[in-house]
């Protein structure tokens, strides 16, 4: 993100340049315009996809955070029950 913040100001400092170089700098700087506005533009989408990835990667940690979460308490039912029976034995006449 910082690397095409960093291209569109060279972009910039090109075209500002070239523009004060005389007529014929007049379509250089146009070019470099034109880039610097192509940059930008493919700044905010980069920003979107970045922004949608995170959502995606967020949704999918949920998801398995919550599984996880099932089974932890199945888990600990599981041990539960398993030391009423263990209890439940030791307490057993012999």
């Known amino acids: 993100m910082r690397s095409r913040l960093l291209i569109v100001l060279t972009a910039l400092a090109v075209g500002a340049t070239l523009?004060?170089?005389g007529k014929e700098s007049s379509s250089a700087a146009d070019a470099?315009?034109?880039a610097a506005l192509?940059?930008?533009d493919k700044a905010k989408e980069a920003a979107v996809k970045a922004g949608e990835a995170?959502?995606?990667a967020t949704k999918e940690a949920a998801t398995a955070t919550t599984d996880a979460a099932g089974k932890a308490a199945d888990a600990?039912?599981?041990a539960a029950?398993?030391?009423v029976e263990?209890?439940?034995a030791a307490a057993a006449p012999k």
């Open 86 to 88: 263990a209890a439940k």
């Open 38 to 40: 192509e940059a930008a």
């Open 81 to 83: 029950e398993k030391a």
């Open 76 to 78: 600990t039912k599981d």
């Open 32 to 34: 470099a315009k034109k």
């Open 19 to 21: 523009t004060a170089c």
């Open 54 to 56: 995170a959502k995606e």
